[in-house]
């Protein structure tokens, strides 16, 4: 105790004490996340504001011996950003966007740069940057590479480590890796970023990263069709890819019940049918020229979609307005999905193909574990990304349904890892996931995981308990 005391001190001395928080109702809001699986607890919420500071925070820690958990906006949704006793660090302050070049088409920015900021930065030079999520007004960018997180734009640009030319990181020991080269290509060696990105704070914290950025779309279609089942939702991808190719740029699928969800709990929506229908697609298109007609496109490919059975109706948007009132329906779902009680969540992903095939194996599996389940499947059905939740049947309490989420993680799991797909799609695996991990991956895979943790980080600082358990960890 005395020694976490003397590191607060000392690490007050140099920051300053508006920056070294103590008191419950100053730390409060870092130890509350989205889904109220977790209550935090630290000595101390620490907020440097550069990476020098970073530095001297994580190397305090080290020789003192006391470990570390890294926070951004703190939007994360398995738990990887709350601490449990460690020193909280938050990235808040390392907010500036140090460089942005539309020739190079690059961005520098700071972790703790809000998303929307930087997409706003990168419209002001005429460019895009493609990552787009539902908490992208709070979430900040290194909490986004950390976890590699994906959101509704994948299907074109790719998750977030795919838009990452390099990085800025502080290391266990508190020395700072500068990888933040604008380069293309670049062979030189391992690819460091690797390290880093994904993985979660376990190996290194981030504080700086290039991003990639793209021509900004002339132009976007967006529409949303009801459709009789995911076979006929993948059908209608494909005709829209073979019309319109890479700009295909989002597909996204969900069930009758989230859209009802939507339309019941949110205000402001509005049906965009005239009739329900029990699945969804919300699909766009987009380029950066208009020398071609996507309008024309979509079109087509709907109707021919449509005299195939494939669509049952569709709407295409004919103002930003109505796409953005389109877009809500697929945003506003998680957070709609609140008002019917309890939720056990399911973040997986299996090759887009086979999409469908999950679906009909999972629903009734879980249907049958719990008469009157309500399940609400939804997501990004374009790169085999489906967030498979289960909301709680009419009446039950929601402690016991709660109970029930280990039985449902092996109902759900177990069908993914017979269709080779991954039990973490893009929320990460954090402290919610860790077990899971250990009971799916590959043991070759663990033990390369764990042979990386003591080499980067052999005092077991970084993070501690999230990802994967050293041995001193498993056996406490």
């Not at 740069?113 to 005429?126: K, P, Q, V």
């Not at 999520?133 to 986004?144: K, P």
Request: proline share 5%.
């Amino acid at each position: 105790m005395r020694a976490v005391e003397g590191l607060v001190a000392r690490l007050a001395a140099r920051l300053g004490p508006a920056h070294v928080l103590t008191a419950p109702e100053d730390i409060a809001l870092h130890l509350r996340e989205e889904r109220g699986l977790y209550a935090g607890r630290t000595p101390a919420v620490v907020k440097p504001g550069s990476t020098e500071e970073v530095a001297f925070v994580v190397a305090a820690c080290a020789e003192a011996g006391v470990p570390i958990v890294p926070q951004g906006g703190n939007t994360g949704l398995v738990g990887g950003q709350m601490p449990f006793g460690e020193v909280l660090l938050s990235l808040t302050r390392l907010d500036r966007i140090r460089a942005v070049d539309p020739v190079d088409m690059t961005m520098t920015v700071e972790a703790g740069c809000i998303l929307e900021d930087i997409h706003r930065a990168a419209e002001g030079e005429g460019c895009l940057f493609p990552l787009h999520i539902a908490s992208q007004g709070s979430c900040r960018i290194g909490g986004n590479l950390a976890t590699n997180a994906g959101g509704t734009a994948v299907l074109r640009y790719g998750n977030a480590k795919e838009l990452v030319l390099g990085l800025e990181v502080v290391l266990a020991d508190g020395r700072v890796w500068n990888g933040l080269k604008r380069l293309r290509k670049n062979n030189a060696g391992y690819d460091l970023r690797q390290l880093f990105l994904g993985t979660e704070g376990t190996l290194g914290i981030i504080t700086a990263a290039v991003l990639k950025l793209f021509p900004r779309p002339a132009q976007r279609v967006t529409a949303f069709a009801g459709v009789p089942d995911p076979r006929a939702a993948l059908a209608l991808m494909k005709r829209l890819r073979e019309e319109a190719g890479d700009a295909l740029t989002t597909f996204e699928l969900m069930a009758s019940f989230g859209l009802e969800t939507v339309l019941k709990h949110m205000s402001g929506t509005v049906r965009p049918l005239g009739a329900a229908y029990p699945w969804y697609v919300l699909a766009e298109l987009s380029a950066p020229t208009r020398a071609f007609d996507l309008g024309a496109l979509m079109e087509a490919g709907l109707g021919a979609a449509f005299e195939a059975g494939e669509v049952l109706d569709a709407t295409i948007a004919a103002s930003e307005a109505q796409a953005a009132a389109l877009w809500r329906l697929r945003e506003d779902m998680s957070e709609a999905q609140k008002h019917e009680g309890g939720s056990v969540k399911h973040d997986v992903s299996v090759p887009v193909s086979r999409v469908p095939e999950f679906l009909e194996r999972a629903l009734p599996a879980v249907e049958a574990r719990l008469p009157g389940l309500r399940p609400c499947p939804f997501g990004h059905v374009g790169d085999g990304n489906i967030h498979f939740n289960l909301s709680q049947p009419v009446g039950m309490d929601k402690a016991a349904f709660l109970a029930l989420w280990e039985d449902f993680n092996r109902i759900v799991h177990d069908i993914v890892a017979d269709m080779d797909g991954s039990i973490a799609a893009e929320h990460g695996i954090g402290r919610l996931k860790r077990d899971e991990l250990a009971h799916y991956a590959d043991p070759l895979a663990l033990e390369l995981m764990h042979r990386l943790k003591q080499a980067m980080d052999p005092m077991g600082l970084l993070n501690p308990g999230k990802v994967i358990l050293t041995e001193e960890q498993s056996s406490s």
